[in-house]
């Protein structure tokens, strides 16, 4: 599987939205899509067209997850959970693709910028999420967009109210047009960036932040 993570330091970009709505996109490719669940939020118990995993409770799971399915056609998406410097750096170095949201605020910009820094990958994007349809906003959006290297943002994905419906924990129902429709956008901006990945182990007992913050990790 094509496997991507949506990572940040910073809440509130829409991570987990993110997360469902490209898994929801790659399902309506015909393609095979599951959805990883690291985030501290409950997880989600309905079921949905697209597998969905719950390991917050164990970071490890995730490395079992990336080898049972490396060979199955599809793709993974890990929503990343905020304030784990140490699992963001290790998805970067694992998965084929990591994105990073911002939303219009100059904090999310900075702090977007220094997981950049921070992690140093050439596979890790900012994407600007809630792109605004007002013109003025949009300016004022701009302005703290243009902080961040063109080369190093993905795309702009539009604001879209009613994708917060893809978060709520109830027996499922088909989104409306302008939400299957931004998950089909995701998804194509997505596929066009994926590059293949080195897969790496990650420590599977004890506490999953010391252990990413104590073992050097090694390609498999």
């Not at 490209?22 to 690291?38: D, E, F, P």
């Amino acid at each position: 599987m094509q496997t991507i993570a949506i990572l940040g330091s910073k809440g509130g970009t829409g991570k987990t939205s993110l997360s469902h709505c490209l898994a929801y996109g790659a399902h309506l490719h015909g393609r095979a899509s599951v959805m990883v669940h690291t985030d501290q939020r409950p997880p989600i118990r309905a079921r949905r067209p697209y597998e969905y995993v719950d390991a917050s409770a164990n970071y490890s799971r995730v490395s079992s997850l990336l080898k049972a399915n490396e060979e199955r056609d599809g793709l993974m998406v890990i929503d990343g959970a905020g304030n784990r410097p140490h699992l963001d750096i290790w998805l970067a170095r694992t998965v084929d693709l990591v994105l990073i949201p911002v939303t219009n605020s100059p904090e999310d910009v900075r702090c977007a910028f220094a997981d950049l820094t921070r992690v140093a990958d050439p596979r890790v994007y900012v994407i600007i999420n809630k792109w605004p349809a007002n013109a003025l906003v949009r300016a004022v959006m701009q302005r703290y967009i243009d902080n961040i290297p063109a080369s190093r943002v993905a795309g702009r994905l539009p604001e879209v109210g009613a994708a917060r419906t893809l978060l709520e924990d109830r027996v499922w129902q088909t989104p409306s047009t302008k939400v299957n429709n931004l998950a089909r956008r995701f998804y194509r901006l997505v596929h066009s960036k994926v590059v293949r990945r080195t897969t790496y182990p990650l420590p599977s007992s004890g506490d999953p932040e010391e252990e990413i913050d104590s073992v050097h990790l090694e390609p498999v």
